[in-house]
């Protein structure tokens, strides 16, 4: 069974670093494409992934561009997003998602094959 199980989520202050993890079972992330997504508190789910990893490449967003990274340990089987700088803007559920890899580097939810069950991040002061 392939399963997907974030972490790392929590409180944190206004310019303040998180790293979320994101650890697969069942499948081996390093042949696919990992995306996280965000769900902010009473809005919908953002379209498109904010920041996402593939063959080799990542596609993040502008707004966390320069802010967030997405890294790999294949040898972990583990996904992680280091989060730098955040703002209350970032408050959300966070969710990773693995896929195949789509040349375009962007992915929505509907590329997704499995996700995670999601972790809070609240940014306040």
């Not at 993890?21 to 494409?33: E, I």
Request: aromatic share 10%; net charge neutral.
């Amino acid at each position: 069974q392939v399963q997907l199980v974030e972490s790392g989520g929590g409180l944190v202050q206004p310019g303040g670093t998180l790293r979320l993890s994101c650890a697969a079972s069942g499948v081996t992330l390093q042949y696919y494409a990992v995306a996280w997504f965000r769900q902010a508190p009473g809005k919908e789910h953002e379209g498109k992934s904010f920041i996402a990893s593939s063959d080799g490449t990542t596609n993040y967003a502008d707004s966390v561009k320069g802010r967030f990274t997405i890294s790999r340990d294949n040898a972990k089987n583990t996904v992680y997003l280091e989060m730098n700088n955040v703002t209350p803007e970032d408050t959300a559920v966070y969710y990773c998602g693995e896929g195949r890899i789509r040349n375009s580097g962007i992915y929505t939810p509907s590329d997704m094959e499995v996700w995670g069950k999601g972790t809070l991040v609240t940014v306040s002061s």
